[in-house]
Each structure stands twice: as structure tokens, then as C-alpha cells.
């Protein structure tokens, strides 16, 4: 079975995109009634709702994990996809109440902080840092804090398709100075922030399509973007691989580093680009392993095939 063509992005309708933002606002106004930690118990429930009613999305992260865990059990398979559902819900909580806890004066009660030294050092050098995490913990939680700790910092991201959310929550995220960069045409604006030595933070573990370049993703090649390589080649640049991982179900993060990919690491290399996004993948994938049921496995990261596998793709879940 061949890949489906590309559907076709439905339009927006504003009257139904503003029902929507204001029901946001009121559920925002009710969980800003109890503490956090009360509002995340309330965002589990909600999460095993969504496991128990989303058929496509629970079907897509029971097969993504029994092909990435193929030793596990069905019952493991299954709390870690239903603990998986959990965890999206409350990273949708925290995203409410991050800019009311997270200060400079505050955040030693919500993060802390793992061996970060050697990653700290490459950041105050001031030629620039490109730093990546996955869909895991709260990869929202590493650029604001960056910003936080007063450390010029730049995200790509896709906005919401509904535009009044995206644009609350784009104020919400960039509160403490942290800039979010439209992942569409944001070409020239990177190229501007590296060459001023900022921080640029990509989540690496989309699926890139067929112009991607294909590395191993927990036994399985998986289509990943060029550019992340490519810009760190051009400039000269070394690339951190990090994740904040929730604690205790509560509104608690370690914030980790766990690979530091140096320009004299790859030029040694026979084909850099694919060397280095195999390496920080790697790396990804490490500390997913760590704590599996973080991850969204909802995602649908293996959705394109090598172009020698793609007549095999016959699971739908998968798509």
C-alpha cells in the first residue's frame, strides 16, 4: 500500500475558533481556582477520557509502542499507552500555569537542575547553541526557563490552526522573553539569530516526508528533518540534546542534557548530516527509554517509509 496523498488543510471557521479559545479561557479561569497539583490530578482523568474515547489516536500509540517495545508484554504496552494519554493532558495544564510559577526568584521549586555544567558552558560562549529535546515531559519547560535565567532564546514551532488559542498562547510561552519562531518561513530569522550567538531550539522527532533523511528510531528508519544538520554544518555550531522530565506526576521537572554533539565530532565523518541527525536521534531516544510512558506515542513519527518500504506500509494506525 502506497503512502496517502497530502490532504488538504480544511479551513478555519472563526465563529466555531472563538467558541473554542473562549471555552479555553473559562476552563483557565476554573483550574487557576485550585493549586496545580490539583489540576493536574484533573488533567490525568481527562487524559484516560481521551485514551478510553480517541479510538485512532489509542490504536496509533498501542502500535507505535508494540513496534518500538516488541519484548514488552500487552499489559505493559497498554499502561504505557494509557500513562502516555495522562501526560499530554497535563502538559496542556502546565501550559496554564507556567507563566504564573516559573520566575527567576521562584523556579528552584519546580526545576531541578541535572549535570548541566558542560552544557552551560557551551550556552555562555555566546557563538550561538542549537538545542533539541522530543515530544516528552515538558519540552515546554526548557525554553522558558532558558529565558527565564535571562538567556536569549528562540523556538521553532507550528502554530495552533486556530488563531485566537495560537495567540493567547503565544503570549502565555513568551512571557519571561522567550520568542517563538513560525516554523514556516522562518529560514532568514534563523540564520539571523545564530549568527547574534543565541539559543535555537528545534523538537527534532517530527516526521520530515520524503525530502527527509531516514536514521534509526527505536529499531525502525524514520524520516527526519535536514536542516537541524545542515545549520549546525554551516555555522559552525555544537548541538545539545536535552529533556525535562515531570516528577511524581506533580509540577516538578529535572532538567537533562544527556549528548553534546561538537563540530569536531562530525567533520571527521564520511557523510556528516546523516551522522549527526543519527547521533542526536540516538540520543532522544535514550532518554525516552528512561521513563517510555512521557512520550507521545500518539505521534505519528514513522508515518513515511523508506521509499524501499513504502509498498509494505499497510497499517492505518500508523498513518
Not at 531541578?112 to 515530544?135: C, K, N, Q, W, Y
Not at 521537572?253 to 569536531?264: D, G, H, L, T, W
Not at 540516538?282 to 512521557?294: C, G, L, S
Request: net charge positive; aromatic share 12%; hydrophobic share 40%.
Amino acid at each position: 500500500m502506497t503512502e496517502n496523498p497530502k490532504k488538504k488543510k480544511k479551513k478555519s471557521n472563526p465563529v466555531s475558533d472563538y467558541l473554542l479559545y473562549l471555552l479555553l479561557r473559562i476552563v483557565a479561569v476554573f483550574v487557576h481556582l485550585v493549586d496545580v497539583n490539583t489540576a493536574l490530578r484533573c488533567a490525568r482523568l481527562m487524559g484516560r477520557l481521551l485514551y478510553r474515547f480517541y479510538h485512532r489516536g489509542r490504536l496509533r500509540a498501542l502500535e507505535n509502542l508494540r513496534q518500538s517495545f516488541p519484548e514488552k508484554e500487552q499489559p505493559w504496552i497498554e499502561h504505557t499507552a494509557r500513562r502516555s494519554f495522562e501526560h499530554i493532558a497535563m502538559l496542556a495544564f502546565d501550559v496554564l500555569f507556567t507563566s504564573r510559577l516559573i520566575r527567576l526568584s521562584t523556579w528552584r521549586r519546580y526545576i531541578e537542575l541535572g549535570d548541566f555544567s558542560a552544557p552551560l558552558s557551551e550556552i555562555l560562549r555566546g557563538r550561538g547553541v542549537i538545542m533539541l529535546t522530543g515530544h516528552y515531559g515538558n519540552f515546554e519547560i526548557l525554553g522558558y526557563a532558558l529565558a527565564t535565567f535571562g538567556l536569549e532564546s528562540y523556538s521553532i514551532a507550528r502554530p495552533i490552526d486556530n488563531p485566537y488559542i495560537n495567540r493567547y498562547l503565544l503570549g502565555v510561552r513568551q512571557r519571561q522573553g522567550q520568542t517563538i519562531i513560525d516554523k514556516k518561513g522562518a529560514t532568514n530569522t534563523m540564520l539571523d539569530i545564530l549568527a547574534q550567538g543565541a539559543i535555537l531550539s528545534f523538537i527534532a522527532d517530527q516526521n520530515a516526508g520524503r525530502k527527509g533523511v531516514f536514521v534509526n528510531f527505536f529499531h525502525r528508519q524514520a524520516s527526519t528533518y535536514k536542516s537541524i544538520a545542515l545549520l549546525a554544518m554551516e555555522y559552525d555550531l555544537p548541538i545539545i540534546v536535552g529533556c525535562c522530565r515531570r516528577l511524581h506526576d506533580q509540577y516538578r521537572f529535572q532538567v537533562n542534557a544527556n549528548r553534546i554533539i561538537k563540530p569536531e565530532q562530525w567533520k571527521s565523518q564520511p557523510d556528516p548530516l546523516t551522522w549527526i541527525t543519527a547521533q542526536y536521534t540516538a540520543a532522544i531516544e535514550k532518554f525516552i527509554r528512561e521513563d517510555p510512558q512521557q512520550y507521545w506515542w500518539i505521534h505519528r513519527r514513522w508515518k513515511t517509509r523508506p521509499p524501499n518500504k513504502r509498498k509494505n506500509t499497510n497499517n492505518p494506525h500508523l498513518l
